[in-house]
């Protein structure tokens, strides 16, 4: 079972990134994936999340109207749509799976905004 955060980079103030979590071994329709992230020398805080039975969506102050989750299960795979960067975004970007009897990290993506 892997599951693997990617899309991370540098971005200017104000740009947008979409980062995936793509999984093998696991099937993602069947967990609530939530995206985390931790910023230098702070705790990992908890971003956005989506359930696994009907794609609810969940989102932190710091995200909400910027950030959008979601999923596309034909590819096995959930999204984080970033917009409107701000530098306080900076972070590694971690997604985790959440199951009734399992739970998985990916492995984090740096993302950086600066100008």
């Known amino acids: 079972v892997q599951l693997q955060a990617s899309g991370g980079g540098l971005v200017q103030p104000g740009g947008s990134l979409r980062l995936s979590c793509a999984a093998s071994?696991?099937?993602?329709?069947?967990?609530?994936i939530a995206w985390f992230r931790q910023a230098p020398g702070k705790d990992r805080e908890g971003v956005a999340c989506?359930?696994?039975?009907?794609?609810?969506?969940y989102y932190a102050d710091s995200g909400k109207g910027r950030f959008t989750i979601s999923r596309d299960n034909a590819k096995n795979t959930v999204y984080l749509q970033m917009n409107s960067l701000i530098p306080e975004d900076t972070a590694v970007y971690y997604c985790?799976?959440?199951?009734?009897?399992?739970?998985?990290w990916g492995q984090g993506t740096l993302v950086t905004v600066s100008s």
């Open positions: 985790k799976a959440t199951g009734p009897y399992d739970t998985y």
């Open positions: 071994g696991l099937n993602l329709a069947h967990y609530t």
């Open positions: 989506i359930t696994k039975s009907d794609d609810i969506t």
